[in-house]
Each structure stands twice: as structure tokens, then as C-alpha cells.
């Protein structure tokens, strides 16, 4: 297994190399002027023709593809990704301010998604066409197919625009100045609500917590729809095997076969799914990040590709194949390890 | 029901009155909190072009001078002494010379103390920075007589490129007098000290040039010397000025780090997040008010509109379209006829570039396209201003909140008139007569095919697009004017290489001077009309170039009010745009706010606020 591994973690590079390539590929089918654009989105900067020529030159937008291509990859050797246009700060520092607070969302949404998926999943399963089964199915297939955006809006609009209780952004004003100023926050982990604990300050805790319910009812909502299908089916599945039928004949106690002997074996599949997801879910935050103005990585990789800046496009892409192949190892590795029947080779 | 259900009921109840009840006071009363969209691109002031910046900038930073309240005329005072006039003595009779007394014991936010050094270097770094697509060509114009630094070098170095002077980042040795001369001889000669006083040198009579200075947030705001050198900054040298010029952003070392003289200083800026910042106690003027103001960049307008009602956000920024959703708000104080810097046009290039143009439909006069030079005849021109309905496109596009511009220049700029003869009003008959009379009758004969443009998401742009088409069709049905929205670097490129026929386009103002208008809609070289193909730029030579330069160097305003006047007539009668309308702005805030004004040249105004004047009660 391990000689796997480092194989599969040698192919990280090439990967990389790749999806840059790629991406460089597409901005170069673009003329210079159109990748002007990222640089004007006033027209008070073109004092005259020569301003956008000007540009044109600074910024390297006429280079063949291969000399941009190979003068990108020169700064990288550097640790430098460029300037991102869109967050205005250079790329790396702007993946490295929004990915925590990403990280979060997704680590706290993650929890309900897995325990609510798979907890309704298997009880679907097991109540087969009940009027509980059919229940559960009509909310999961309005989870799966509400989109993000309205049921965002809603759940601000209920839990903030009327009761108040779960506001938008981050952190209230006054918190970001207790947190920001004065140095007497430390930033541990950049979780704000694992730093608040370690600070010792609850109220700054309980006011990042409430910033992230909203989000998180929203992300997990319909992510667990998802998974509580993947779970339902391949319960049923396995509750149709004979070593079931084998155990029920035997007189094992019904608890027991269910969450015994068919439940593990049934979420042999859900694990691969439920890996993925929490790696989809990262670069899935677009929406719900929007609607909550809640400071992560999507609303600022869907701004970056849409006004054509490059530089953050390919940070964000770089990192993101990263986690895909990474997260894509660890499922594979826990695959492994959860079926014994599985050999990683 | 049963009683747990009630319980839980009245709980509810009780905790949304409660949240409701809570705001009839205003909280944080040492607090405001602006959410608005955008953040701000950079908090250099010479790299600041934009209004986000501009308006953090205008509250960290101070000028030597400001305009008095909301005027675009008068002036106050701030980092100087006195507003120099030709009255009391400082500004030369020629207007070639500005004196400004600098103001004592002001301090920086790092506590070191303004001195007139500091205001010099303020101005000749931003003069040698001068990077590209940046501000700083509005100092350089009126100083060293160009758009850019870079033109002196070439001129003394005698290449063609700029690019030309180096080798691998080094100026080349055959270059490096010429170098040290651009600044020895223009830029250090055009600021000078004379004991407490700074003296601008002019290359040229500049009527707006007190409107540069006063303008707030960008390009004349005054930066401790001092300070800037230990942030790696240009060192104040001759022979070193080029390795500061144009820089990379990631190079520049103030884009993130301020110290002014302004009200507020800066705690805190996370790019398109937030921007925090915290009272200055020794501010030269007294301290403001609140203790702290807070920038919120939120896109998704649900929920600034969501944060205003809850009282979360004491002031917002609603779109026009989104105005009658905050009209009746409880608690909202909602306010409407603000003057804006800023008028939406449609053009009419007299030639299009025909090299791989779609647009042009055949390249012919066929009834299948048009030919290039389609709009070099006045009376197709004269034939689309009568199309539009004008009055019907403020009222229901735009609900209301604009005003008609008779020509490029905005009310109250000299130029603006209310004179009905200087307006096309919506009339198909006239529209008729003049499109019969175009191309010798045979354009009304034949007909015509085009696209005419708008950028995707701009749904204003969208409605003018499909107003033309609609009524060009109702005036002749050969006339097929297609709308396509295409993404801003789609249009960009487009309007670039001159390849559009029809375009709807907006200008905001650097300063509230007609100047600031006058080239760039009407010169033979301004940012759009340079874009109108060389039948114009030719005629432009000949017929407004001359007007813009004599009202640029009058020191007369009478003189200066007639010739744009005059502009405008010019304007009018070639018919060289659809003048479509100047935006009016509205304000919104929760009704604990007090102190507000508006200044329309004030960045962010009147959707923002001068913070310094703003207090909650």
C-alpha cells in the first residue's frame, strides 16, 4: 500500500503541471485585448490608445503562449502565483485568507451531512416504501433539486430578516475589531471558532457559531439529500444479499442484522461518495458563500474566472487538484482498510 | 394546540419583538457600518483610480485643499493655509505659478509631524510612479505638459519604446544622463519649496488644475515622506526615480499600509471583505465623531437590504432599480435628487475598423449591413437622435432618478444647459425625414442591418439597446438593428479595435471640470472619441481641438463658460451622440445617521458618506 501511495503522491506534480497547462491553453485563445479587460473595468483608465497599449506591455499579455506560460512557471519556483485582480492581493495570500474560513464551513457542514445522510438513509432503507420512506424521499428530492440560491435566501431571510438570529458575514463588526486589533487574538488554527476557544473568549465563539449556522443549514441541506440517496440504495442492496437473509433465518435479532451486518457493509460505497463530497463541497461554496457574504475561496474563484483573471483562476485550480488528489488517496487508502477484500496495488 | 406548542409560540413572539424593539435605539452608537459592493483596489493614493479606493483613501488621507461642502467651485483649505487666487497674490497673473502656505503642526497618523517636504515628495512621487492606466497623468498634464513620464524619456533618450532605455531591468549607460535629466529638469523644477511654501511651476495654463489638487482619495493626497522611504517607496533621487515607475501591484510597498493625515487611520483591509478603520485623536481638525467606521463589500443586495432593516448596516447601497424596496422601510431614511458626476452616452464612430467584422452585417449599403463610414453622414446621426424616446427611457428604465444632458457636459458644469433647442426630443417623423435625407435617399430605399452593443449584466445598457431596435423598425422596417450583450472583455476588445457600431458607454469624472469631459467625448485624442475612426479625429482637429485648448488655458470663467457652450452647440447640431441621461443618486440610511451631505465629486457619494461629519443619535 504504501509503495501505491507514493506513487500515486509522485503524480501530484504532473497533475499540476497539467491542469496549468490547460488552463493557460484556454487564456491564451484569448486575443491581449480581451485579457485587458482585467485591468479596466473603468474606462476613465484609457486616457488614449497608447494607455491600453501601455497595459498591454506591463502585464505581458501579448507574450507568445509558451514564453507566458514559462514565465508564470519561473515565479512559481519562487512561491509566487501572481497578482489576483479580482481580490486585489496576490494570490497566494488571497487563498491563504479565504481557505480557512471555507475549511470551517465545510468542516462544521460536513458533520450534519454525514450524520443526518446516512442515519436517514439507512432508516429509508429499512422502512421500505412506509409512508416514512416515502417521507424522507419527497424531502430528500426537494433537498436535491431546491436550488442553493433560493433556499440560502430563505433561511436568511426567516432566521435573520425576521428573528435575527443568524446574520450574515463572518463575525459581528465589533468582533472583527476584538479579533483583528490590538494582537491580543492569536491565530492558532485560523478556525475562528477552535481560535476563540484557545483565546478563552466565548463570546467571540458563540458569535462565529451563529454566523455559521445559516451556512451551514444551507450547504448540508443539500449535500445530505445526495447522500441519504447514495446510503438509501446501497442499503437495500445489501439488505437483499443472501448473508442477510442467512443471518435473518438464523434468528438474529432484526437490530442486529440492520446496523450489524447490513449497515457496515452498505456504507462501504457511501464513504468513497461522502470523500468526494466533502472535497466537492469546497469548491461547491460558491452560493451559499454569496448569499451569506461569508468571506471563503468560491465566491472569489467564480468572480476570478468570470472577469478573466488568470493568475487567480490557475491558484485556484492549483490547489484544488491538489486536494482531488489527495482527498481522492485518503478515500482510497480508507477504502482499503475499511473492505478487507480491496488491494490497493 | 397544545400548551407546549403555544409556549413555544409566545417565546418566539417575544424574541421577535424584542429584536424588532431593540432597534429604536441605535446600536453602536460609536459605530457605523457602510456595506456597500466593491472593495477597494489599493490604498495608494497614486496608484488609486478607482472609487472604492478613493473613498478610503479621502478618509485616511488629507489635499492641501478641498472643495467647500458640496460646491465644485469653492474651495477650502485643508493642509494649506489659504485657497490661493489671483486676488490674494497666489497664483501668478499668468496662471503659470500656485503657491499654497503649508499648515503647521499637523500630524501623521504615526505621529510625525507635516512638513513641506513631505507635501513635495508627495507630489513628485506621484508624478515619477505614474503608473499605467493610473491617475496620475491629471498632475503630469498640467506640470510637465504630457500624459505621461515616460514621453519625456523617450524624448530625451530619442528611442522609440520606453522599453528601449533598459537592459534586463537597467537603465542602459548611453541613457542615464537623459534619465536623471527627466527628473532634474522637469519633475524637480515643476515643485518647489520656498520656505512654508510649495510652488506648483505650470507647463501650461490649466483651468481645472485647482480641481485636480481638491479632488480627495487619490491623486493629490499628501504622504509622509519620511515614512514612505522606510516602506521601501521611492528614496526621493534622481538617479533612481525609473526603478520606481509603473510597478508591478505585488511591488508597489503602500498599496496596503497607510499613514495620513486624515480622521480615520486604518485598522484593518481584507481585500472585497472588509475595511476597518479607527478614529485619529490628533487629527488637525478634532477628532470625529464616531470611533469607529466599518466597509462591509457585499454583493448579493438581499442581503444588505436584510442588514439595513435589521439595523446591522446604518448605511447601504441600493441600486436605483432596488429603490422602492427600501422607500416605506421602518426606520429607513431614504433621500432622492442627489447631482452625480457621471452621464451614459451612445456613440456613433464615423469609421469602423471593417477588418473581420461581423457587425457590419454585408459592408455594404444593401439592406444587408452597412458600409464602415455609415455614420460620417449627419443625417443618420440626426436620424438616431430623434429615435430614442428619451423622457420614457428615464422614467421607466431608470425610475426616474436622471435628468437629460444636452451634450457631454453634466449639469451644473459650464456647458450643461436647459435650452430646448439644444435637445433631440423622441420624434419618428422627424427621425423619418432625417434617415430619408442620409446616403442620398438610398439608406431608406435599401435599409440597413447591424448589431448594436451592450455589456452582459448591464440591464440599463440592455433596455437602450432594445428601444433603438424596437423604434428603428417602427421608422422603416428595412431597418434591422440587432442588440447583443457580449461580456466587458468581449466589448472592450471590440471598442478597442474599433469595431463597433453602435455602443452605449458612461463616463464618471476625475473632477468636476467640463475639461474633464470635453476631450473625452468631443478631442481629437480623448478616451472614446479617438476610437471614432480618422474621418473624426480629423475633423475633430480642425473643429473642437482648438475650442478645448483655448478654454483650457483661459483664465477667464466667462470666456471659459462660453466656449462650452459653444462645444455643446457643436455637439448638437453634428448630432455625435445619443446624450442619453446623467444618473441621479439617492442615499440611503438608517434614521440614527446624522450629519450627511452630498458632494458629488466626493468619491462613493451619494451612496457613501463623508464619515468625518457623521454622527449617530
New interface residues.
Given amino acids: 500500500m504504501l509503495s501505491y501511495i507514493i506513487r500515486r503522491l509522485l503524480m501530484l506534480p504532473l497533475i499540476l503541471l497539467g491542469v496549468t497547462f490547460l488552463i493557460f491553453c484556454l487564456f491564451s485563445l484569448?486575443?491581449p485585448?480581451?485579457?485587458?479587460?482585467?485591468?479596466?473595468?473603468?474606462?476613465?483608465?484609457?486616457?488614449?490608445?497608447?494607455?491600453?497599449q501601455?497595459?498591454i506591455?506591463?502585464y505581458h499579455l501579448d507574450d507568445p503562449f509558451p514564453a507566458g506560460y514559462i514565465h508564470w512557471l519561473k515565479s512559481l519556483m519562487k512561491l509566487d502565483f501572481g497578482?489576483s485582480?479580482?481580490?486585489?492581493?496576490?494570490v497566494w495570500e488571497?487563498i491563504m485568507?479565504r481557505f480557512p474560513a471555507t475549511m470551517e464551513l465545510v468542516f462544521y457542514s460536513i458533520i450534519p451531512v454525514i450524520l443526518v445522510g446516512i442515519w436517514l438513509g439507512v432508516i429509508s432503507a429499512v422502512h421500505h416504501n412506509d409512508l416514512l420512506d416515502q417521507v424522507i424521499r419527497v424531502t430528500a428530492i426537494i433537498g436535491w433539486s431546491l436550488p442553493t440560491f433560493i433556499f440560502g435566501?430563505l433561511i436568511?431571510?426567516i432566521f435573520?430578516?425576521?428573528?435575527?438570529w443568524m446574520?450574515?458575514?463572518r463575525l459581528?463588526?465589533?468582533a472583527?475589531?476584538a479579533v483583528?486589533?490590538g494582537g491580543n487574538f492569536k491565530h492558532y488554527t485560523h478556525f475562528i471558532t477552535f481560535d476563540a476557544l484557545l483565546n478563552g473568549r466565548l463570546d467571540i465563539f458563540w458569535d462565529a457559531i451563529i454566523h455559521l449556522i445559516g451556512p451551514i443549514i444551507t450547504l448540508s441541506y443539500i449535500s445530505w439529500a445526495y447522500l441519504l440517496r447514495i446510503t438509501r440504495s446501497s442499503m437495500l442492496d445489501t439488505l437483499r444479499k443472501d448473508y442477510i437473509r442467512t443471518a435473518r433465518a438464523k434468528g438474529v435479532e432484526e437490530k442486529k442484522v440492520i446496523y450489524l451486518h447490513a449497515q457496515k457493509n452498505a456504507l462501504i460505497p457511501v464513504v468513497t461518495v461522502a470523500g468526494m463530497m466533502i472535497i466537492g463541497m469546497l469548491g461547491g461554496v460558491v452560493i451559499t458563500e454569496?448569499?451569506?457574504?461569508y468571506?471563503g475561496m468560491g465566491?472569489?474563484a467564480a468572480t476570478s474566472a468570470q472577469?478573466?483573471d488568470y493568475g487567480s483562476v490557475i491558484g485556484f485550480a492549483v490547489l484544488f487538484a491538489f486536494i482531488m488528489v489527495v482527498g481522492n488517496l485518503i478515500v482510497d487508502v480508507s477504502y482499503a482498510l475499511i473492505d478487507p477484500r480491496v488491494r490497493l496495488e | 394546540m397544545s400548551r407546549k406548542v403555544w409556549t413555544m409560540l409566545l417565546v418566539?413572539t417575544i424574541?421577535?419583538g424584542l429584536?424588532i424593539g431593540a432597534l429604536a435605539q441605535p446600536p453602536?452608537p460609536d459605530?457605523v457600518?457602510y456595506a456597500t459592493i466593491g472593495?477597494?483596489?489599493?490604498l495608494d493614493p497614486h496608484w488609486a483610480?478607482?472609487t472604492a479606493s478613493g473613498e478610503i483613501i479621502f478618509a485616511i488621507y488629507d489635499n492641501l485643499i478641498a472643495y467647500d461642502g458640496g460646491s465644485i467651485e469653492k474651495f477650502i483649505p485643508m493642509l494649506a493655509t489659504e485657497v490661493p487666487s489671483a486676488e490674494n497674490g497666489l497664483i501668478s497673473a499668468d496662471g503659470l505659478n500656485y503657491t499654497f502656505p503649508i499648515r503647521q503642526n499637523v500630524k501623521f497618523h504615526n505621529g510625525a509631524v507635516l512638513t513641506v517636504e513631505d507635501v513635495e515628495y508627495s507630489f513628485k512621487r506621484g508624478m515619477i510612479f505614474d503608473r499605467?492606466?493610473?491617475p496620475m497623468?491629471m498632475l503630469l498634464e498640467p506640470l510637465l505638459g504630457v500624459?505621461?513620464i515616460?514621453g519625456i524619456a523617450m524624448e530625451l533618450t530619442g528611442v522609440e519604446n520606453y522599453?528601449d532605455i533598459f537592459v534586463d531591468g537597467e537603465v542602459k549607460d548611453e541613457y542615464k544622463e537623459a534619465m536623471i535629466k527627466v527628473f532634474t529638469d522637469y519633475v524637480d523644477k515643476a515643485v518647489e519649496i520656498d520656505g512654508n511654501n510649495i510652488i506648483f511651476h505650470l507647463a501650461q495654463a490649466y483651468s481645472p488644475f485647482m480641481n485636480i489638487l481638491a479632488h480627495g482619495g487619490s491623486w493629490s493626497s499628501i504622504i509622509n515622506k519620511e515614512w514612505s522611504i522606510e516602506q521601501g517607496a521611492w528614496d526621493g533621487k534622481a538617479d533612481t526615480w525609473w526603478k520606481y515607475h509603473?510597478p508591478?501591484?505585488?511591488e508597489d510597498p503602500l498599496y496596503?499600509v497607510t499613514n495620513g493625515t486624515g480622521p480615520f487611520k486604518l485598522?484593518?483591509w481584507?481585500?472585497?471583505?472588509?475595511t476597518?478603520l479607527?478614529r485619529f485623536d490628533d487629527h488637525w481638525r478634532g477628532p470625529a465623531h464616531l470611533k469607529?467606521v466599518?466597509y462591509?463589500y457585499?454583493?448579493?443586495w438581499?442581503?444588505r437590504k436584510?442588514?439595513l432593516?435589521?439595523g446591522?448596516a446604518d448605511i447601504v447601497y441600493v441600486p436605483v432599480t432596488n429603490m422602492n424596496e427600501v422607500e416605506d422601510m421602518e426606520g429607513v431614511e431614504l433621500t432622492k435628487g442627489w447631482d452625480t458626476m457621471t452621464n451614459t452616452v451612445t456613440n456613433m464612430p464615423w469609421l469602423l475598423n471593417a477588418e473581420g467584422n461581423a457587425n457590419l452585417g454585408s459592408g455594404k449599403l444593401d439592406g444587408e449591413g452597412i458600409p464602415p463610414d455609415f455614420f460620417s453622414d449627419i443625417h443618420v446621426r440626426k436620424g438616431f437622435s430623434y429615435l430614442f424616446p428619451y423622457d420614457t427611457f428615464i422614467e421607466k428604465t431608470v425610475q426616474g432618478q436622471a435628468i437629460r444632458n444636452p451634450g457631454p457636459f453634466p449639469r451644473p458644469l459650464y456647458g450643461y444647459t436647459e435650452d430646448p433647442a439644444m435637445y433631440y426630443e423622441f420624434d419618428i417623423e422627424k427621425a423619418k425625414e432625417e434617415f430619408k435625407l442620409a446616403w442620398n435617399g438610398e439608406l431608406w430605399e435599401k435599409g440597413c442591418k447591424f448589431n448594436i452593443f451592450y455589456n452582459e449584466g448591464n440591464d440599463v445598457r440592455k433596455a437602450v439597446c432594445d428601444m433603438l431596435s424596437t423604434y428603428a423598425k417602427v421608422v422603416n422596417p428595412k431597418f434591422e438593428l440587432t442588440p447583443i450583450g457580449v461580456?466587458?472583455?468581449?466589448?472592450?476588445?471590440q471598442f478597442?479595435?474599433e469595431q463597433l457600431p453602435m455602443y452605449t458607454?458612461?463616463?464618471?469624472a476625475?473632477y468636476p471640470h467640463p475639461h474633464n469631459w470635453a476631450p473625452t467625448y468631443l478631442g481629437s485624442?480623448?478616451?472614446?472619441s479617438?476610437?471614432y475612426g480618422k474621418p473624426y479625429v480629423d475633423w475633430a482637429k480642425e473643429n473642437t481641438d482648438p475650442l478645448i485648448d483655448k478654454a483650457l488655458k483661459s483664465v477667464d470663467p466667462e470666456e471659459q463658460k462660453a466656449i462650452y457652450e459653444e462645444l455643446t452647440k457643436i455637439a448638437h447640431d453634428q448630432a455625435l451622440a445619443l446624450y442619453l441621461y446623467q444618473p441621479i443618486g439617492i442615499h440611503v440610511q438608517r434614521d440614527w445617521v446624522k450629519g450627511f451631505y452630498h458632494s458629488p465629486v466626493i468619491s462613493g457619494l451619494p451612496e457613501s458618506a463623508d464619515f468625518y461629519y457623521i454622527y449617530k443619535e
Fill in positions: 484569448l486575443s485585448m480581451e485579457r485587458l479587460a482585467t485591468y479596466i473595468n473603468n474606462p476613465n483608465v484609457l486616457k488614449n490608445p497608447q494607455s491600453a501601455r497595459l506591455e506591463k497578482w485582480s479580482t481580490a486585489n492581493q496576490p488571497a485568507q435566501l436568511l431571510f435573520y430578516g425576521i428573528l435575527g446574520p450574515p458575514g459581528s463588526a465589533w472583527q475589531f483583528y486589533t454569496t448569499v451569506f457574504t468571506p465566491y472569489w472577469q478573466l | 418566539l424574541v421577535m429584536g453602536n459605530r457600518v472593495g477597494p483596489e489599493t483610480y478607482d499605467a492606466g493610473g497623468w500624459d505621461s515616460e522599453s509603473d508591478q501591484n505585488e496596503r485598522v484593518r481584507v481585500p472585497e471583505e472588509t476597518m479607527e469607529e466599518v462591509q457585499i454583493n448579493e438581499t442581503t436584510l442588514m432593516q435589521r446591522d461580456q466587458w472583455s468581449s466589448y472592450l476588445k478597442l479595435a458607454i458612461g463616463w464618471l476625475d485624442t480623448g478616451t472614446y479617438a476610437f
